[in-house]
């Protein structure tokens, strides 16, 4: 078992390029704190089927693992200094 | 409960740390130090669990994909000063800025059951899949300074006054996000369809409709919140000497806490802010003594 294709090392520290981050779609249509609910009667600001299929569609990616070569894993040690004056 | 799975995992952490220190003094007594620190932990992780649960007529595998990193950058500046002049006078000080961040994007989680032919089928319980958004930032900015005075008399007698305060403010921000894809159509419940070894040629555009599944948000109600405190204290302490016999301490602490936490209920599909906070101010007087058996 390995990694799958979605987990790319490829940044070298990995600061996330963006690959994992939510749908643009569903984080627009959330992002002032409301939930993704269908449209009812009882809650006509939900969003319609058309809207969810998108959504639906927009979140799902990558979910299979597949066997994939990683590199070891390391530690990168930064600036270590200390400095002292009289 | 019995269970009894087999687990595989692969799991690749790439970490770097870094550290930053300079001191600078002034003659003995005065001394000016800073120190920065930044730790990052990134952890990419793959694992497949399969095996027996008695809550289950036949075996499950469950699959998780997950990245999550861990950050930390900390900047202290801080001094200590000695004023032999004003009679020894120490003056203590240290400011603090710490920031921590932990990310979780894009967990997925998801669930396979044995047929009772041996092959496995995406699973129709509740629990069958979830993606999730994990996010958390704390931030931790404190002051602190003691002062100490000694006092010496010529009869054997010496006094410390002691004083300070800390001033620390807290701030945190965590939001989780989940969403699960149910099955509202006839291709949603094809066994055909089910069957199909890879997710990824099930939750896709051709059966993401109508007639197959529709994304839902499983977000709990506890998944986001922010929490802020302010505590404030400053102390004064007396520290007596008598002719290196007997040693009496005394002192008063005054805390000043100001903290809330903010939740949020879900209404429709909108969420409500729900505030509790707590407001309290503490004195907390101590009084020891010890006497020192020659």
């Not at chain 2, 002051?143 to 403010?169: A, C, T, Y």
């Not at chain 2, 099930?202 to 059966?207: A, G, H, K």
């Amino acid at each position: 078992m390995g990694f799958n294709e979605g987990t790319s090392f490829a940044k070298g520290l990995r600061y996330d390029d963006g690959t994992r981050s939510l749908a643009p779609s569903v984080a627009e249509k959330t992002a002032d704190g409301s939930t993704l609910q269908p449209q009812t009667p009882f809650n006509p600001d939900g969003s319609t089927p058309q809207e969810l299929q998108n959504f639906g569609q927009d979140l799902s990616g990558v979910w299979d693992v597949k066997p994939k070569t990683i590199g070891a894993n390391f530690l990168l040690l930064g600036v270590m200094v200390k400095g002292s004056w009289q | 409960m019995t269970q009894d799975f087999d687990l595989q995992r692969t799991l690749r952490e790439v970490q770097l740390n870094g550290y930053l220190a300079l001191e600078a003094q002034y003659k003995d007594n005065h001394r000016f130090f800073t120190n920065t620190m930044f730790l990052r932990q990134a952890i990419d992780e793959a694992r497949v669990q399969q095996g027996f649960t008695d809550a289950e007529v036949n075996d499950v595998r469950r699959t998780q994909l997950k990245f999550i990193t861990n950050q930390l950058f900390t900047q202290q500046v801080g001094g200590d000063h000695l004023f032999e002049n004003l009679n020894n006078l120490k003056i203590d000080w240290v400011y603090t800025n710490s920031t921590a961040n932990r990310t979780e994007p894009n967990t997925r989680d998801y669930r396979y059951d044995e047929n009772d032919d041996g092959s496995y089928s995406f699973s129709r319980r509740a629990d069958s899949n979830q993606i999730s958004y994990g996010e958390l930032e704390d931030k931790d900015v404190s002051w602190r300074m003691d002062v100490k005075l000694p006092l010496e008399f010529d009869n054997g007698f010496g006094v410390s006054l002691n004083s300070g305060f800390i001033h620390q403010e807290k701030n945190r921000e965590s939001a989780i996000q989940r969403f699960t894809y149910i099955p509202v159509g006839p291709d949603g419940r094809d066994s055909e369809v089910l069957a199909q070894s890879s997710l990824e040629d099930i939750l896709n555009p051709t059966y993401i409709t109508p007639n197959g599944f529709q994304v839902r948000e499983s977000t709990r109600s506890t998944d986001r919140y922010n929490a802020h405190q302010e505590l404030l204290s400053y102390y004064g302490q007396l520290d007596m000497n008598f002719f290196d016999a007997v040693r009496v301490t005394g002192g008063l602490r005054w805390e000043e806490n100001d903290q809330f936490v903010e939740t949020f209920k879900a209404t429709g599909n909108s969420s409500e802010s729900v505030v509790t906070s707590v407001k309290k101010t503490d004195m907390l007087p101590a009084v020891s003594a010890t006497w020192f058996i020659n």
